[in-house]
């Protein structure tokens, strides 16, 4: 690397090495992983009957009042893609026969819960919904909703964008968010915490939001609700190169930097002290009369985390001494509970290495999750991959992971059933209670290159391995069938006319 190049690097605050190892990935790419099968019902993904899911549920209940319960919550997308076929209405001569979605959207504009505030803000300029829908005028109406002069929804992330109506009492996803906490998320001293990661220049307006709702939500539950926030780092951000794999340059000379995904998003799920972790997305909520199956099954996937974790617990401090019997009881965790492959130099290793191995293997972060049947959603999917100590784990992969130029890879990949919908719970303290370092169990390997343009130049972007990609990669991992009502994202502002998001 010249002089040059090293001190732009720092002149903008970035360290030489990590940027190096960025730019060394630009080069070099990231590998496939080798697939041995896909997770399924039949191996990798627990099903479960009513029996059992009461069963965790009761479990989780019993721990629940002794535990720390934060809910983690990425919502710092901007809800800009939501709404980018009324954008490009926008651009059009207005005439909604040429354009199919502004219709749908226009002719059912009475049943989005944000329909009475776009009808007042008109009313403010002497106008109403009615006058514009008589009048045809159907373009002044989307920019009533999108731009500042309006709603200004087209420049606010989703959480705070009126999702689901409840009379006059409409919510946001932020606000759903809080009413979950009530349902699965009360901890220890009847608290309610939820993290919620967002973009600095809307910290302020998620603030707003939720602090009108606390004191209500308190009173009337007795619970006492921690909300707290963070920003993705800027020193996540990830340097991008030009076609030939170098340093982009902007017009000024410095170097371009931009935010590297949802991976990026470990630092702050590190930083966040709790027992037990629930991880979903801001938009992936549903009306009060959808909300039991959600808090069944959350509950559950909790409990079957913290039954696991129990046994997983209890094999670790088992092994701080060594013996056949404590590492018979290391083996049956790991094999039974976690799936894990004992490879055979192991098996025929000493006691003493044997220990070492299971330690190694059990002594990590846990994560359950959800896993909903495939019916053609975009997302990441479960599998069983093999690892390069013999063993073998699961995990959850994107298509850009998988070789679909290999024959082999390429049937599992169409053999999978399933998909994630980010819903996980986590166990980030080890048996002595003690937090692990979250990205000591990342693999770097896993990241992601895209090809993106800026001033009508090709650039390539580096992200970090996802957060429940490569982040977890080295965790402990069990799947669960939930079914497919738990799995409700708003993709385009039509989603909401969705039975599931109508109150």
Not at 21 to 48: D, M, N
Not at 163 to 185: K, M, S, V, W
Request: contains cysteine.
């Amino acid at each position: 690397m010249d002089a040059t190049l090293t001190q732009k690097i720092t002149a903008q605050g970035k360290q030489v090495e990590a940027v190096q190892g960025q730019l060394e990935s630009f080069k070099k790419g990231f590998p496939f992983l080798s697939l041995l099968c896909p997770a399924t019902s039949a191996r990798g993904i627990q099903v479960w009957n009513e029996n059992q899911v009461q069963h965790y549920q009761s479990f989780f209940s019993r721990r629940a009042p002794e535990l720390e319960i934060v809910k983690f919550v990425p919502a710092s997308g901007a809800a800009s893609r939501m709404f980018k076929d009324l954008f490009s209405f926008l651009e059009t001569d207005g005439d909604l026969s040429k354009n199919g979605f502004t219709q749908k959207f226009i002719g059912n504009l009475s049943k989005f819960a944000f329909f009475q505030d776009l009808d007042g803000v008109l009313q403010q300029e002497g106008e109403s919904i009615a006058s514009l829908l008589e009048n045809k005028e159907y373009k002044k109406l989307v920019a009533a909703l999108l731009t500042e002069t309006g709603l200004n929804y087209g420049n606010l992330p989703k959480g705070l964008l009126k999702f689901h109506a409840y009379g006059n009492a409409n919510r946001c996803p932020a606000e759903e968010h809080l009413i979950e906490g009530i349902q699965y998320g009360v901890g220890r001293d009847k608290q309610v915490r939820i993290h919620f990661t967002v973009s600095p220049e809307h910290e302020e307006g998620f603030v707003k939001e939720i602090n009108q709702h606390l004191p209500r939500l308190q009173e009337s539950t007795g619970l006492v609700f921690k909300v707290s926030y963070s920003h993705q780092k800027k020193s996540t951000d990830t340097i991008a190169v030009d076609e030939s794999n170098e340093p982009f340059l902007e017009e000024d000379g410095s170097l371009l930097f931009r935010p590297s995904g949802h991976g990026a998003l470990l630092e702050n799920l590190n930083e966040v002290a709790g027992d037990l972790i629930f991880i979903k997305n801001i938009d992936n909520v549903v009306p009060d009369r959808l909300k039991p199956v959600t808090k069944s099954y959350k509950m559950a996937l909790a409990g079957l985390l913290l039954e696991v974790q129990s046994r997983i617990f209890e094999a670790l401090r088992a092994l701080e001494e060594v013996s056949f019997k404590s590492v018979s009881k290391a083996k049956e965790v790991y094999v039974l509970d976690l799936g894990g492959l004992v490879p055979e130099g192991i098996q025929n290793a000493s006691l003493a290495e044997q220990a070492a191995f299971f330690h190694a293997k059990l002594n990590r972060p846990i994560r359950v999750c959800g896993m909903v049947k495939n019916t053609g959603e975009p997302g990441g999917g479960p599998f069983w991959i093999h690892e390069k100590d013999g063993t073998q784990s699961l995990q959850i992969l994107e298509t850009a992971q998988i070789d679909l130029n290999d024959a082999t890879s390429k049937q599992h990949f169409q053999a999978s059933t399933h998909f994630n919908p980010v819903d996980l719970v986590c166990g980030t303290r080890d048996y002595r209670g003690q937090a692990f370092d979250l990205p000591q169990f990342r693999d770097m390997n896993t990241g992601f290159i895209t090809e993106k343009s800026k001033s009508g130049k090709v650039l390539k972007a580096l992200e970090l391995p996802g957060l429940w990609n490569g982040a977890m990669a080295n965790w402990n991992t069990l799947f669960v069938e939930v079914p497919i009502i738990t799995f409700n994202p708003v993709k385009t502002i039509n989603d909401l006319l969705r039975e599931e998001h109508q109150a």
